[in-house]
T-cell receptor, first 114, second 114 residues
Framework: EAQVTQNPRYLITVTGKKLTVTCSQN?????MSWYRQDPGLGLRQIYY???????DKGDVPEGYKVSRKEKRNFPLILESPSPNQTSLYFC?????????????FGQGTRLTVV | GDSVTQMEGPVTLSEEAFLTINCTYT??????LFWYVQYPGEGLQLLLK?????DKGSNKGFEATYRKETTSFHLEKGSVQVSDSAVYFC?????????????FGKGTLLTVNP
């Protein structure tokens, strides 16, 4: 089954404690991306990756890092989380093709920073 | 920059009622347009898409037509069911560069009562 898997689904952490949210896809997609979803704001892109070792900033990259060492994995790293990073996070992947192809989303990670 | 404006919710309907969720967009290029649906506790799933002017996307009884002259992509369904209760996101993907970013509206929560 084609899927994007994120872990953990829920996470409560304290300010300043480094954390990583993992994302893995089994569709051999080149393109992967992270979004955050906040009430009244919809989804906003944090980072994206066109392929292995190729990453770039999205619209709201501050406070986040990513890496793409393998095609299937695209972890999101919060080096020093702050309460304003409390949000619902989604990882997405799609084939390189064109902008018309479907993006597949993970089930989301609800992060609370206290 | 690109933007998507969609009808603010929440929208509450009775089963078998007609649904319209309005969506308009601003884009610099020739975008592809999408409707994604988010069921409670799940990630986003593609509902339908249209890639050029006058295209009609359809799926599960939902329809939307790409109207370039009015920059709109309104979602419609003739007879909603309780199982259609979800958050609906209008989104676009523009042809700008190599980032297949999806620009989302803020989402519309639909509740269908029996």
């Amino acid at each position: 089954e084609a899927q994007v898997t994120q872990n953990p689904r829920y996470l409560i952490t304290v300010t300043g404690k480094k954390l990583t949210v993992t994302c893995s896809q089994n569709m051999n997609h080149e393109y992967m991306s992270w979004y955050r979803q906040d009430p009244g704001l919809g989804l906003r892109q944090i980072y994206y990756s066109m392929n292995v070792e190729v990453t770039d900033k999205g619209d709201v990259p501050e406070g986040y890092k990513v890496s793409r060492k393998e095609k299937r994995n695209f972890p999101l790293i919060l080096e020093s989380p702050s309460p304003n990073q409390t949000s619902l996070y989604f990882c997405a992947s799609k084939s390189q093709g064109t902008m018309n192809t479907e993006a597949f989303f993970g089930q989301g990670t609800r992060l609370t920073v206290v | 920059g690109d933007s998507v404006t969609q009808m603010e919710g929440p929208v509450t309907l009775s089963e078998e009622a007609f649904l319209t969720i309005n969506c308009t967009y601003t884009a610099t290029g020739y975008p592809s347009l999408f409707w994604y649906v988010q069921y409670p506790g799940e990630g986003l799933q593609l509902l339908l898409k249209a890639t050029k002017a006058d295209d009609k996307g359809s799926n599960k009884g939902f329809e939307a037509t790409y109207r370039k002259e009015t920059t709109s992509f309104h979602l419609e369904k003739g007879s909603v069911q309780v199982s259609d209760s979800a958050v609906y996101f209008c989104a676009l993907s523009d042809s700008g560069g190599s980032n297949y970013k999806l620009t989302f509206g803020k989402g519309t929560l639909l509740t269908v009562n029996p």
